[in-house]
């Protein structure tokens, strides 16, 4: 054998060896736990605010390939916190098994949220767990329905300026306002979810997504006080996908058009998604008196069912909650256009299950009705509205349009107004 080839070989075989073959083995994430490394006491009583905060900062500081912060399993009790980076590592991950109280005392909460993600890119934040924000002690001190300079509660978790992360397979229960607020962010997938609160808790949206773009909203179950999910201005390329929403106000675009220079909503994707008991189904919303103009287009429903929702389809650009706005300042400014709702199906608890009310300044336009079945859930009729001695329905479901220009393909019922 020629002796260069057969020293070659001697050193390849050598290499093996000591690597183990040709396999690579990637390093392990370096575990910070908050229990056994920073002394947070598993009680649910025993305030554990600075071990948690103490797991974040040694997590944040990792210069390695990857860190992991675990919550074990026990009910940890925490007051607001903050998980600020950007971090040394090249990734975070946040594992949660058990629970995490928040404190009741409104007096602690000087910022929006309970706990918060700042200012991070490839963020994790995963497990089983659940995050318990102990709203009903605090659900009768929200007057905002009354009080327009009210003092708004926490939200859960806060969001902002993350960017290529990953949200799965978390429980969020009682938020004393917002489950999740989502700001400023870009490239996030959320899957998995479980967002509860009872249907009369104040303010409880599941998801709340502003000045954002390319988030992915997926195999969630939603039932809350307010909207399951609301898409605010500013937001691009947001799709929902196999969301069960109930109970809760359904999944709104807006409210849109109460502040200056909003950004414009597009790129909007709401499909394979079932709601029940809801007070709407998927909703646009506008403020009357706009201060500004901005847009809301290409925007799709696709793919729902509704059982027994109260408004299954709204377009509602006269939106005034609790009177809280100048109705003497004109109407929207929002322009709606390039909207489909196709293949809708299920029962209406209401007359009026298709209602598209648009600005008398910027109708909307280029508004589809496609393959829409929507049944008047009548008492004592659960699947057929009554009928006269013509064989003429005479307490079926209803369409209702304003300032609206559009078509309607395939079959429509109630019959389209478009």
């Not at 083995?25 to 649910?44: L, Q, S």
């Not at 058990?98 to 007096?107: C, P």
């Not at 390039?338 to 209401?350: L, Q």
């Amino acid at each position: 054998m020629n002796t260069v080839l057969a020293v070659s070989l001697l050193l390849l075989s050598a290499f093996l060896s000591f690597t183990g073959g040709l396999s690579y083995h990637r390093p392990a994430n370096k575990i910070f736990n908050v229990m056994t490394d920073y002394g947070a006491v598993p009680d649910g009583v025993t305030d554990s605010t600075e071990a948690f905060r103490g797991a974040w900062e040694g997590v944040c500081a990792w210069e390695g390939p990857g860190a992991r912060l675990v919550i074990p399993m026990g009910k940890f009790l925490v007051g607001p916190l903050e998980f600020k980076g950007p971090c040394k590592g090249k990734k975070v991950e946040v594992k949660v098994r058990g629970d995490v109280l928040a404190q009741t005392d409104l007096n602690l909460y000087t910022a929006r949220d309970w706990i918060s993600f700042k200012y991070l890119n490839g963020l994790v934040l995963y497990g089983k767990g659940k995050f318990d924000g102990r709203g009903a002690s605090a659900w009768a001190q929200n007057d905002c329905d009354r009080n327009k300079n009210c003092k708004h509660l926490p939200w859960s978790l806060g969001f902002s300026f993350v960017t290529n992360s990953t949200i799965r397979g978390i429980t969020s229960v009682d938020s004393k306002s917002v489950h999740m607020q989502i700001f400023a962010c870009n490239n996030l997938h959320l899957h998995s979810l479980k967002l509860i609160a009872p249907a009369d808790s104040p303010n409880t949206d599941g998801i709340h997504v502003g000045v954002s773009r390319n988030i992915h909203i997926a195999r969630s179950f939603i039932g809350t006080g307010d909207d399951c999910i609301s898409i605010g201005p500013d937001t691009a390329n947001l799709s929902v996908s196999k969301v069960f929403c109930g109970p809760g106000h359904g999944i709104s675009i807006g409210s849109l058009g109460r502040d200056k220079e909003e950004g414009d909503v597009t790129g909007i994707s709401v499909k394979n998604c079932t709601f029940a008991d809801t007070t709407n189904g998927v909703r646009i919303k506008t403020w009357e008196a706009s201060p500004t103009p901005s847009s809301a287009y290409n925007l799709k429903f696709e793919d729902l069912v509704m059982r027994n929702v109260d408004n299954p389809i709204v377009i509602d650009q006269k939106y005034c909650p609790h009177n809280h706005c100048n109705t003497k300042g004109g109407p929207s400014l929002v322009k709606i256009s390039d909207v489909k709702f196709r293949n809708i199906r299920g029962e209406t608890r209401t007359k009026t299950a298709i209602n598209l009310v648009c600005s008398d300044s910027v109708p909307c336009e280029d508004i589809e009705l496609s393959d829409i079945k929507l049944k008047y859930n009548v008492p004592g009729d659960y699947y057929n509205a009554a009928v006269d001695s013509y064989n003429t329905v005479v307490d079926s479901a209803v369409a209702s349009c304003t300032n609206v220009k559009g078509r309607s393909k395939g079959t429509v019922i109630p019959p389209s107004c478009v």
